[in-house]
């Protein structure tokens, strides 16, 4: 097996993998860091947990201290680092600060939702990597705070995420600000058109990389599907709940509204959790995220947006509340359990007019998915699929909130 220091990085670099305990490079890190030291474009379908972002960060922080500047105040930002969510960006910024730590290189993070003043500060200081969220990163530039002439390498994380939010326009602006002499590269989770297409207007003579997450991810995942009436999903998952799951539970819901709804119920049953989603402040996000990582609740309920990329460790257990309409979705979902060699399982709840959902998401992962029989709650096999009384009332409330419509921002 390949060890990182046959990687050519430096001694501080691999000084700071030794101390986080990272010996061997993962998948991506084996393909990808070579290319990058190479000066190459480069395309990568991985998702997160595959080791994506030391995957161009180690590479980045090798070329830049390769030829550091001596003085900190002069420093210009040479390495700059797209993501499409602030909790995604911050654990890249994390990423990098770490690897980074015993060099003279400084990195950091501009997102928006907060405050603008501190990230201006930060920026004036001087810094050799920045990671930033389109918006935030645009308004910064406009405001000659940000400067993008010395970027050597262009680093799109999630670009099927960016893309499904809208920031097409931000990112092919931003690419227009860098230099033309520049290194792209290119990571997504799926491979749509549109990011193939994206590709190809912006990576010159791009190197393919490729790991394929999802024999894997569906392999080391145990999975166990229930069909059972809509009425009837929050009596399973209580049920679920007191008897079989045990350890930290992530729970997924295809609405805001729904992940609201699900919270208070379990909050009035006794169970400690926490929930992310879109029309949470980022503030309330991060506690969120935090009470589950330290385990002061064991459940995390959240929208598949705000819980796209963010890394967590240790989930025992992923129940599927709602089955996604995307099957790609199904899988980036249960991969968050059964991580690194780690066995995982995941609850699908399907009521009768999410059938479709599962024939397409078996088609996808090639495997057909165990259905547990033995609950009180079992579908009528003949039952219809509901039809919303007021059609779409509720649905729509949740989807967009008063407060996020007053305060126009995007939906996610
Ligand atoms: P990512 O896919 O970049 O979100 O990384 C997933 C997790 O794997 C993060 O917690 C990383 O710190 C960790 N990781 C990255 N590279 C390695 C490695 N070579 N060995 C062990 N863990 C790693």
Not at 58 to 74: R, T, V
Not at 278 to 286: E, F, P, V, W
């Amino acid at each position: 097996m390949m060890q990182f220091k046959e990687l050519a990085l430096n001694k501080p670099i691999l000084k700071a993998l030794t101390e986080k305990g990272y010996t061997i490079p993962t998948l991506v890190q084996e393909q990808t860091i070579p290319l990058v030291l190479d000066k190459k474009d480069v395309i990568a379908s991985a998702q997160t947990g595959t080791g994506k972002t030391a995957a161009f960060a180690l590479p980045i922080l090798q070329l830049l201290f390769d030829k550091q500047d001596a003085s900190k105040k002069g420093k210009k930002i040479r390495a700059l680092v797209i993501s499409p969510t602030r909790e995604l960006a911050i654990q890249i910024e994390d990423n990098f600060k770490t690897y980074s730590r015993y060099t003279n290189l400084r990195t950091t993070v501009v997102y928006g939702g907060t405050s603008i003043e501190p990230q201006k500060d930060v920026l004036k200081k001087g810094v050799d990597i920045l990671v930033a969220t389109p918006g935030r990163l645009l308004d910064l530039h406009k405001q000659g705070i940000v400067h993008l002439d010395f970027i050597e390498t262009l680093v799109l994380d999630e670009a099927d995420l960016m893309l499904d939010m809208g920031f097409i326009d931000d990112i092919k602006k931003v690419a227009r600000l860098c230099p033309s002499e520049k290194q792209t590269l290119l990571f997504s989770a799926t491979m749509p058109y549109k990011v193939v297409e994206l590709a190809k207007t912006m990576l010159k003579d791009a190197v393919k990389v490729e790991v394929a997450p999802t024999s894997s991810t569906v392999k080391s995942v145990h999975q166990l599907l229930y069909y059972v009436p809509k009425p009837k999903k929050i009596e399973l998952c209580l049920h679920l709940l007191r008897n079989t799951i045990k350890g930290n539970i992530l729970i997924f819901r295809r609405t805001k509204y729904g992940v609201d709804k699900l919270e208070k119920t379990l909050l009035r049953n006794g169970y400690k959790v926490a929930s992310i989603h879109g029309d949470k402040t980022q503030h309330l996000r991060q506690e969120a995220l935090q009470q589950f990582k330290e385990g002061e609740v064991a459940v995390l309920i959240a929208t598949d947006v705000a819980a796209r990329g963010i890394d967590i460790k240790n989930i025992d257990a992923v129940i599927n509340f709602d089955l996604p309409n995307v099957s790609e979705t199904y899988v980036h979902r249960i991969g968050r359990t059964g991580r690194a060699g780690k066995s995982g399982i995941s609850y699908s709840f399907c009521s009768a007019d999410e059938k479709e959902y599962v024939l397409s998401i078996q088609k996808l992962i090639n495997k057909h998915i165990d259905v547990e029989e033995e609950h009180p709650y079992p579908l009528d096999p003949k039952a219809k699929p509901e039809i919303h009384k007021s059609p779409g009332s509720k649905y729509k409330k949740g989807r967009k909130s008063v407060a996020s419509k007053k305060k126009k921002k995007r939906w996610y």
